[in-house]
């Protein structure tokens, strides 16, 4: 099921054929850079199946992002609600995404990240948006900045479920966005 398209890209649910794809973005060290494991075949195929049950069940989940000119995967952008009642809201809905690395500096990201940002104010009446990376994830953080998103500090956080084992990793920065806020 095809959510958007955008100039160069389709938003979209998952196919078994992403499948390869999907399990190279999470076990790619570059790509992982900034969370505390990699996932191995088993782990991203359990976790593509639960994306596409959360795109179908709620509309919302993180969707396959697909190069129209060649119908490549690329890797993910979407909504998402975080599930971390102890940091956010029950209503609170995030924005991320992740893309294999040879697709980098392309301007993917920012270009399916803005379509989702109207869609999500525009289409499915979502009041705010919030994006969150690991302090030192400057690539992360510039695209929450070039898509519109401002720093919200108080609501910077540690993340409750990076391991201690891991300390450069918990501190989060928070991005916030709301449809009036964007100024398109």
Known sequence: MIILETPRLRVRSWVDSDRDLFREINA?????????????????????????????????????????????????????????PEIFPAETVEIGWRLATRFWGNGYVTEAARALMDFAFNEKAIPALLAFAVEANHRSTAVMKRIGMRPWPQMDFDHPRVPDTHPHLKRHVVYAATAGSLGR
């Not at 959360?54 to 509309?59: E, F, L, V, W």
């Not at 190069?67 to 890797?75: F, R």
Request: proline content about 7%; charged content about 25%.
């Open 28 to 84: 790619d060290p570059k790509v992982m850079e900034f969370f505390p494991f990699r996932r191995s075949h088993q782990e991203s195929d359990a976790l593509l199946d639960k994306l596409n049950g959360s795109i179908r069940n709620t509309g919302l989940g993180f969707y396959a992002l697909e190069l129209k000119n060649s119908d490549e995967p690329i890797g993910f952008c979407g909504l998402s609600h975080p599930n971390m």
